[in-house]
């Protein structure tokens, strides 16, 4: 369900976008600690778009 | 964090650069670091920056000839600690303590060194500044996450033209073949119920042939029975009269009744033998007719069995060839067993899986590239309005406007708006600039950063327009650190105070 996964209104382009909030707040969090961990936003990255994928395949 | 303005910080070094040991102090104010030339000025101040930056490296503040180094400050009651190690390898590695304001961004915006971004980029003649005003405002931590999610969705694009995809591709071919096996295989059935069915019919027809035929057979044989106990009859009388005659005078009348009887008794005897002859030929003419039929039906068997054994063998041959499909088509559907990353998982799962994953990062993309104008616009406008009010301020003689454009470049009006190359300037004037930028820096992303740092930057400034920047800065800045250089006859290195107020110089030197 939609309405379980954080969404983030895109101001500009006005779709949601489903846990982009929540890796933000991790992501930003990582480089504030580790300016070079692309590596490690890479794994979250991968993280956040598997359950995206994983919920809208649950969903269809 | 605002740290207490009202204190002196305290900073003590021990082999940091040139320095075997000093300890001195700053206080809220401008505090001129006086020295000659290589008395330490330079590792004084890396080593104070390296408590708030790691921008410096370790092997820059360690003495080129010392094992250990530590720096401590001392501030509100509180102790901060970071030593420095020289390696077997020859590496220096530093740990400890940070100061409780630490913050990266403060090199670029609070320590005006020959080597700081700001400095160094404007003395050289350039004019883009994006990657300066990206890494103070964190435009940068968008930029990355755009470029990592870039990155990814890229890759998995790549895996997605790969090998195990492009055999699922061939999947609609292989799949119409296996229909194509299937009704080839239908078809053969139909064949062989045909076959049965017809054989059946045909082999019922001679069977019911081979029955009358059998059946006549059997009234014909009793026939022939018949007509052979007739002749046995007839043989008999015969016989009897025969007798009677020779027991009988010839001229009496009997004998000729019975030599008429026995006249008629061979005459019958005769037609019983030809009916008997005839009926032998049909019975025997059925028997052949029967015989034939049998051989017929055994045919037609044998001929059913090899038909039915050729059609059962393509049925085969089909079945097996259903199996080979079967097994292409799993091959194609799914990733194999031993795949490392996908273990026997059907294909069009995982495609759509993968493109769900890249619509995610599309859609993260666009975000975080409107985040990140956004968050750059805000930055640059912020920044051009606290340099405009710098310019202003200072009142700076033969400047109009100095700000970024659109694309992060440098753009000097002159008065009358005349535009001036960076690089045409003055040394003294590119310093200046620099100097009101780091500030301008400093009031928009760190205002409550409490120190500003300038080494060695002196040398060819204008005195009065040098006066004027830092006593600017001593208004909006807690401490204010400036090395100059001294004479030889100065000593070795003092630390002087000049307070908004104070209209004397303090000297205060506490070791070297």
Same mark, same amino acid.
């Given at each position: 369900?939609?309405?379980?996964?954080?969404?983030?209104?895109?101001?500009?382009?006005?779709?949601?976008?489903?846990?982009?909030?929540?890796?933000?707040?991790?992501?930003?969090?990582?480089?504030?600690?580790?300016?070079?961990?692309?590596?490690?936003?890479?794994?979250?990255?991968?993280?956040?778009?598997?359950?995206?994928?994983?919920?809208?395949?649950?969903?269809? | 964090?605002?740290?207490?303005?009202?204190?002196?910080?305290?900073?003590?070094?021990?082999?940091?650069?040139?320095?075997?040991?000093?300890?001195?102090?700053?206080?809220?104010?401008?505090?001129?670091?006086?020295?000659?030339?290589?008395?330490?000025?330079?590792?004084?101040?890396?080593?104070?920056?390296?408590?708030?930056?790691? =921008?410096?490296?370790?092997?820059?503040?360690?003495?080129?000839?010392?094992?250990?180094?530590?720096?401590? %400050?001392?501030?509100?009651?509180?102790?901060?600690?970071?030593?420095?190690?020289?390696?077997?390898?020859?590496?220096?590695?530093?740990?400890?303590?940070?100061?409780?304001?630490?913050?990266?961004? *403060?090199?670029?915006?609070?320590?005006?060194?020959?080597?700081?971004?700001?400095?160094?980029?404007?003395?050289?003649?350039?004019?883009?500044? =994006?990657?300066?005003?990206? *890494?103070?405002?964190?435009?940068?931590?968008?930029?990355?996450?755009?470029?990592?999610?870039?990155?990814?969705?890229?890759?998995?694009?790549?895996?997605?033209?790969?090998?195990?995809?492009?055999?699922?591709?061939?999947?609609?071919?292989?799949?119409?073949?296996?229909?194509?096996?299937?009704?080839?295989?239908?078809?053969?059935?139909?064949?062989?119920?045909?076959?049965?069915?017809?054989?059946?019919?045909?082999?019922?027809?001679?069977?019911?042939?081979?029955?009358?035929?059998?059946?006549?057979?059997?009234?014909?044989?009793?026939?022939?029975?018949?007509?052979?106990?007739?002749?046995?009859?007839?043989?008999?009388?015969?016989?009897?009269?025969?007798?009677?005659?020779?027991?009988?005078?010839?001229?009496?009348?009997?004998?000729?009744?019975?030599?008429?009887?026995?006249?008629?008794?061979?005459?019958?005897?005769?037609?019983?033998?030809?009916?008997?002859?005839?009926?032998?030929?049909?019975?025997?003419?059925?028997?052949?007719?029967?015989?034939?039929?049998?051989?017929?039906?055994?045919?037609?068997?044998?001929?059913?069995?090899?038909?039915?054994?050729?059609?059962?063998?393509?049925?085969? =041959?089909?079945?097996?060839?259903?199996?080979?499909?079967?097994?292409?088509?799993?091959?194609?559907?799914?990733?194999?067993?031993?795949?490392?990353?996908?273990?026997?998982?059907?294909?069009?799962?995982?495609?759509?899986?993968?493109?769900?994953?890249?619509?995610?990062?599309?859609?993260?993309?666009?975000?975080?590239?409107?985040?990140?104008?956004?968050?750059?616009?805000?930055?640059?406008?912020?920044?051009? =309005?606290?340099?405009?009010?710098?310019?202003?301020?200072?009142?700076?003689?033969?400047?109009?406007?100095?700000?970024?454009?659109?694309?992060?470049?440098?753009?000097?009006?002159?008065?009358?708006? %005349?535009?001036?190359?960076?690089?045409?300037?003055?040394? *003294?004037?590119?310093?200046?600039?620099?100097?009101?930028?780091?500030?301008?820096?400093?009031?928009?992303?760190?205002?409550?950063?409490?120190?500003?740092?300038?080494?060695?930057?002196?040398?060819?400034?204008?005195?009065?327009?040098?006066?004027?920047?830092?006593?600017?800065?001593?208004?909006?800045?807690?401490?204010?650190?400036?090395? *100059?250089?001294?004479?030889?006859?100065?000593?070795?290195?003092?630390?002087?105070?000049?307070?908004?107020?104070?209209?004397?110089?303090?000297?205060?030197?506490?070791?070297?």
């Amino acid at each position: 369900m939609r309405e379980q996964v954080s969404e983030t209104k895109s101001r500009s382009s006005g779709y949601m976008i489903p846990y982009v909030l929540e890796f933000e707040g991790v992501a930003l969090s990582i480089l504030k600690d580790d300016g070079e961990g692309k590596g490690k936003l890479k794994e979250l990255l991968e993280e956040y778009a598997a359950k995206y994928a994983k919920e809208s395949s649950a969903g269809t | 964090m605002r740290l207490s303005t009202q204190r002196r910080v305290l900073l003590e070094l021990e082999n940091i650069g040139c320095l075997n040991h000093i300890e001195v102090a700053f206080r809220p104010g401008l505090n001129i670091i006086k020295a000659p030339n290589a008395s330490g000025k330079t590792s004084l101040i890396r080593g104070f920056t390296s408590m708030f930056s790691d =921008r410096i490296p370790a092997s820059h503040i360690l003495a080129l000839d010392k094992v250990n180094g530590t720096i401590r %400050v001392q501030y509100d009651m509180a102790i901060y600690e970071k030593n420095f190690r020289r390696t077997p390898s020859g590496s220096v590695v530093a740990s400890g303590d940070t100061l409780p304001f630490a913050d990266e961004r *403060s090199f670029d915006a609070c320590v005006a060194l020959a080597e700081t971004g700001v400095v160094h980029k404007i003395t050289g003649g350039g004019a883009g500044f =994006r990657g300066y005003l990206e *890494s103070l405002s964190y435009g940068n931590h968008y930029s990355m996450i755009i470029s990592s999610a870039q990155d990814l969705a890229n890759e998995l694009s790549r895996e997605l033209a790969g090998p195990g995809f492009r055999e699922f591709d061939t999947l609609p071919l292989l799949l119409t073949e296996l229909t194509n096996l299937h009704i080839r295989r239908d078809l053969a059935k139909e064949k062989i119920r045909n076959l049965e069915t017809g054989h059946e019919a045909g082999l019922q027809s001679l069977s019911t042939d081979m029955e009358e035929k059998t059946s006549v057979l059997s009234r014909e044989e009793a026939h022939l029975s018949g007509l052979k106990r007739d002749l046995t009859r007839e043989e008999e009388k015969e016989q009897q009269l025969v007798s009677f005659l020779e027991m009988t005078d010839d001229s009496a009348k009997v004998a000729s009744q019975i030599k008429d009887g026995i006249a008629k008794s061979k005459e019958k005897r005769k037609g019983v033998k030809e009916e008997i002859g005839k009926q032998t030929e049909l019975i025997d003419s059925l028997k052949s007719e029967i015989e034939a039929l049998e051989n017929q039906i055994e045919q037609e068997k044998e001929r059913e069995a090899q038909q039915l054994e050729g059609l059962k063998r393509e049925v085969d =041959r089909i079945d097996k060839a259903i199996i080979l499909k079967e097994e292409e088509i799993q091959q194609a559907e799914s990733f194999p067993l031993d795949d490392l990353k996908y273990h026997g998982r059907l294909v069009v799962e995982v495609r759509s899986e993968i493109t769900k994953k890249i619509e995610w990062l599309d859609k993260v993309i666009e975000h975080f590239q409107e985040k990140y104008m956004r968050r750059m616009t805000t930055a640059r406008l912020s920044f051009n =309005r606290n340099v405009t009010k710098a310019f202003e301020e200072l009142n700076l003689k033969g400047f109009e406007n100095v700000f970024l454009d659109q694309d992060f470049a440098l753009h000097l009006v002159r008065e009358k708006s %005349v535009q001036q190359p960076v690089e045409t300037l003055s040394a *003294s004037e590119k310093l200046t600039i620099s100097l009101v930028l780091m500030l301008a820096a400093k009031q928009t992303f760190l205002p409550d950063f409490p120190f500003f740092v300038i080494d060695e930057l002196t040398l060819s400034y204008d005195p009065e327009r040098f006066r004027k920047v830092v006593n600017y800065m001593t208004k909006r800045v807690p401490y204010v650190i400036v090395s *100059s250089l001294a004479s030889i006859k100065a000593g070795g290195l003092q630390v002087v105070y000049k307070t908004q107020n104070a209209s004397e110089i303090v000297p205060e030197i506490i070791a070297s």
